[in-house]
C-alpha cells in the first residue's frame, strides 16, 4: 500500500469532526492544535547523523505543522525506543559500520535471555541532551511520552506529539481562486544537505539546514491572518503546492524561475531548471507555503511563486513558459 491509499483507507473509519477529514496538517481540539511526526533511522534521518540533531530534527518537524496553523506551542509528548545490542558489543562506539547498513541488516528477534537495552554508549544521553536544547530553543515543554525497547539492530523509530494552540488556524482547504502561493525562507538547502552528508562535497551550512531545519513559528503567527490557506513544506514544494491545491478544489501554477533559492544551493547546485526541480521535489525543507491575496502586505517575508486558477493539478512554468512536470514531485512514503 503506498501513503496515499493508506491516507485514503483511514478516511473512510469514523472521524472524529477535529481530525478535519485528515485533511489538514493537524487536528484541532477546542482551540488546541494536535500533531504527531515520526523519524526513522535511514528514512528521515541517517545513521550516523548526531543524536542531538535527531532530537533537534524530530522537535523541529512536529512544531512545524504547529507554526503553519499560527499555533503557539504548548507542549510535547515523545515515543521513544531504546535499543538494545548483543552483548558481544555493549560498548561499541556508534557508527561502527555493522550497524549503519540498513540494506543488509539483519534484525535478531532474541529467544533467549533478552540483551540488556540502551547500552549503545552515549546515543540515549546524547538524544536528551539535544531535545533539552531544542525544547528551550523553541519554547516548549515536556508534558509525557512512552519508552519502550527494539531488537538488537532494529532501527530506531522515535515519535513526538505536538500541541499547540490558535485562535484561527488557516487550513490547507482554504485557497481561493486568484490568490498568490507564497513561500518562507529558500527551498532546496536540505535536500543538497542531504546530498552532501552522504558523501557530496559541499558546505556544512547545508547540511545543518537538512540535520537542524527551522519550525517558521514567528513567521506563521504573523501570516496566519492574511493566509486564506497555509502548510508546511516536507515532502517537497511542488507535491505539498499540488496538496493544498487539490484540498482547496483549485489549480495551482508554479514558475520554477520565482522559487526562493539561497546563495550556497546555487553555488552547490547551480540554479539550471533541473537544478531548481530537484530544490523543488527534495523536500525536508520545513517552510511555509501559504496562499493569500495577491500584492497584499504580509506580516514576515514570504516569496510569491505561482497562482491558484479554477481546474485542477499543478502547471509548472519557467519564467512564464509551460515546462513539463518532473516524474515525481516529492517524497511519498
Ligand atoms: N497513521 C495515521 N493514522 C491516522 N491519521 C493519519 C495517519 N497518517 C496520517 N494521518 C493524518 O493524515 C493527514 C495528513 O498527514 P500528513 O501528510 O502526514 O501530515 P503532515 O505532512 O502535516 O505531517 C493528517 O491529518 C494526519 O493526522
Ligand atoms: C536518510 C534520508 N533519506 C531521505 C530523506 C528524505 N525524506 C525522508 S521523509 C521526507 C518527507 C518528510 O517526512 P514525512 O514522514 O513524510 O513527514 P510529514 O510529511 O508527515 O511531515 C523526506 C523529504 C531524508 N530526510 N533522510
Ligand atoms: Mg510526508
Redesign the pocket.
Known amino acids: 500500500m503506498t501513503e496515499a491509499e493508506f491516507l485514503a483507507a483511514l478516511r473512510a473509519l469514523p472521524l472524529h469532526p477535529g481530525a478535519r477529514g485528515l485533511l489538514d496538517d493537524t487536528a484541532h481540539l477546542d482551540g488546541l492544535i494536535l500533531t504527531t511526526?515520526?523519524i526513522v533511522e535511514?528514512?528521515?534521518?541517517?545513521p550516523d547523523d548526531p543524536p542531538a540533531d535527531v532530537a533537534w530534527k524530530l522537535v523541529a518537524?512536529n512544531l512545524s505543522?504547529l507554526a503553519a496553523k499560527g499555533a503557539v506551542p504548548e507542549g510535547v509528548m515523545l515515543n521513544y525506543p531504546l535499543r538494545a545490542v548483543p552483548p558481544a558489543k555493549a560498548g561499541v562506539q556508534l557508527g561502527d559500520s555493522t550497524n549503519d547498513a540498513y540494506s543488509s541488516v539483519t534484525i535478531a528477534f532474541p529467544t533467549g535471555p533478552r540483551p540488556s537495552p540502551g547500552r549503545e554508549t552515549g546515543w540515549d544521553e546524547a538524544f536528551v541532551s539535544g531535545l533539552d536544547i531544542a525544547l528551550r530553543t523553541f519554547a516548549v515543554r515536556l508534558l509525557g511520552g512512552d519508552t519502550v525497547s527494539l531488537p538488537v539492530n532494529a532501527p530506531r523509530v522515535i515519535a513526538l506529539t505536538a500541541i499547540g494552540r490558535a485562535a484561527r488556524a488557516p487550513l490547507r482547504a482554504g485557497a481561493r481562486e486568484g490568490d498568490a502561493l507564497y513561500v518562507t525562507g529558500t527551498i532546496g538547502d536540505a535536500?543538497a544537505g542531504?546530498r552532501i552528508a552522504r558523501g557530496e562535497s559541499g558546505p556544512a551550512d547545508l547540511v545543518d539546514r537538512?540535520r537542524r531545519p527551522t519550525p517558521r513559528l514567528a513567521e506563521g503567527k504573523a501570516l496566519a491572518p492574511s493566509a486564506h490557506a497555509m502548510m508546511?513544506v516536507?515532502?517537497?514544494l511542488l507535491i505539498d503546492a499540488a496538496r493544498m491545491a487539490d484540498a482547496s478544489g483549485l489549480g495551482v501554477t508554479i514558475d520554477l524561475a520565482a522559487i526562493p533559492l539561497s546563495a550556497a544551493y546555487r553555488a552547490f547546485a547551480g540554479d539550471d531548471r533541473a537544478a531548481r526541480i530537484a530544490a523543488a521535489t527534495?523536500?525536508?525543507d520545513y517552510e511555509l507555503l501559504l496562499a493569500a491575496p495577491a500584492g497584499i502586505p504580509l506580516a514576515a517575508r514570504a516569496t510569491p511563486i505561482g497562482a491558484f486558477t479554477a481546474g485542477t493539478g499543478l502547471t509548472l512554468t519557467d519564467g512564464g513558459t509551460p515546462i513539463p512536470l518532473p516524474t515525481t514531485l516529492?517524497?511519498q512514503?
Open positions: 511526526d515520526t535511514g528514512i528521515h534521518y541517517l518537524a505543522d535536500g542531504l537538512y508546511d516536507s515532502d517537497g527534495a523536500g525536508d516529492g517524497f512514503h
